[in-house]
């Protein structure tokens, strides 16, 4: 695992990119006289070097913590908090950093880019007051689908798709077809009625779509999105998305009642899902489960192994002292346990072959075998 250490530079959710297995791009808000710009950078993982694409800053209107970025066919696709309207959208090119307004969206809300065409943005009225950052994540939102080549705006009327709910949102190429998987509080059989999220999955169920079934389905006015069930949750059951990689998305089915976790797989090409752990778990009083399941690794960690308050790697056959009660595991990366600070902006890497550690402040965003730090804004 490759440590890159990027503290100096901003970390917000949505602007942290893969470009290929030696790159990605990251961007970075600076203020001058005043005012707020975006930059976007290069950083070559075999050079360990930098390198500033847009020579001229995005204008914005304040510094924000979650924005949405792609990379498609040599450009950066983003959004910011526009000067005039709520989102404008832009394009930069990586090899010469020009950049280009494409489309400007006047509702406060949530953005996903899916291409370099289409966007899905949930939003209501502007409202510039103190309950604005709340009134976005209420019911009267609507979820737009924006077509930045026809400079157009279509109102999605299935509500299936909850941006504002936070839960997992992915699009992904498979064999030239883009998909969307994603999480939604709602049965698809009953889409009227509202299940309550549990943090761990329930009233949850795992949906996919085609992206290009979605645009069909929205500008032919349709009721209803011809969304696929991965796997729906029943009265006792939530589904959670764990991971995705070349071939497979990674998923888990949670039973509350009898306290029972399933690890699922899923194949991109023929969507034939396979069972691939089970096992058993127990919750502590703050909702906290006894074990969960590393993709990563292919094994079992016990947390809070009876009163030894440790973490237990099943397959390594190792335990790493937890140093609070609020520490939590997030995946093993090449053999180096990485654990986090619920309530405090620390990490710690454990290197599991013998048990040394660091702990780093900030932020994180890990990308392939690479953990990148931030400097929280």
């Not at 809300?109 to 103190?130: F, W």
């Not at 698809?188 to 069909?216: C, E, P, T």
């Not at 090449?334 to 040394?356: A, C, T």
Request: hydrophobic content about 35%; proline content about 1%.
């Amino acid at each position: 695992m490759k440590i890159v250490d990027l503290r100096k530079y901003d970390f917000y959710f949505g602007n942290v990119t893969k470009a290929n297995d030696k790159e990605f791009i990251f961007g970075h808000m600076n203020k001058e006289c005043g005012n707020v710009y975006l930059h976007f950078y290069k950083y070559d993982l075999i050079e360990d070097s930098i390198i500033k694409l847009n020579k001229h800053g995005i204008p914005m209107y304040d510094f924000t913590t979650t924005l949405s970025t792609i990379i498609e066919d040599g450009y950066i696709y983003t959004n910011v908090l526009g000067m005039s309207s709520y989102y404008d959208f832009y394009k930069i090119s990586i090899q010469n950093g020009t950049v280009e307004k494409l489309y400007s969206f006047d509702k406060s809300g949530i953005i996903n880019m899916l291409n370099s065409r289409y966007v899905l943005a949930y939003g209501e009225e502007y409202k510039d007051d103190e309950d604005m950052y709340e009134s976005i994540y209420e019911e009267d939102g609507i979820l737009y689908l924006i077509d930045l080549i026809e400079k157009n705006t279509y109102v999605i009327k299935d509500n299936i798709i909850r941006l504002e709910d936070g839960g997992y949102f992915k699009v992904y190429k498979y064999n030239n077809e883009e998909w969307i998987v994603f999480e939604t509080d709602q049965n698809i059989n009953n889409n009227s009625v509202k299940l309550h999220i549990h943090k761990d999955g329930y009233g949850v169920s795992l949906m996919r779509v085609k992206v290009s079934q979605l645009v069909k389905d929205v500008k032919n006015n349709e009721e209803s999105l011809n969304v696929i069930p991965i796997m729906e949750c029943t009265e006792n059951v939530g589904v959670r998305f764990l991971e995705i990689d070349n071939d497979n998305i990674y998923f888990k089915a949670t039973d509350f009642k009898n306290n029972i976790e399933k690890i699922y797989e899923i194949s991109k090409e023929k969507f034939h899902i396979k069972k691939i752990k089970e096992y058993d778990f127990q919750v502590d009083e703050e909702g906290r489960k006894s074990v969960v399941y590393d993709i990563n690794s292919k094994q079992l960690i016990f947390n809070r192994l009876k009163a030894e308050n440790v973490f237990y790697c099943e397959k390594n056959n190792k335990k790493v002292a937890s140093k609070g009660e609020k520490e939590e595991f997030i995946k093993i990366i090449d053999n180096n346990m990485i654990l986090e600070s619920v309530y405090e902006d620390k990490i710690r890497v454990i290197n599991l072959d013998d048990l040394s550690e660091k702990e780093y402040e900030n932020s994180y965003e890990v990308i392939g075998n690479n953990l990148i730090l931030f400097e929280i804004i």
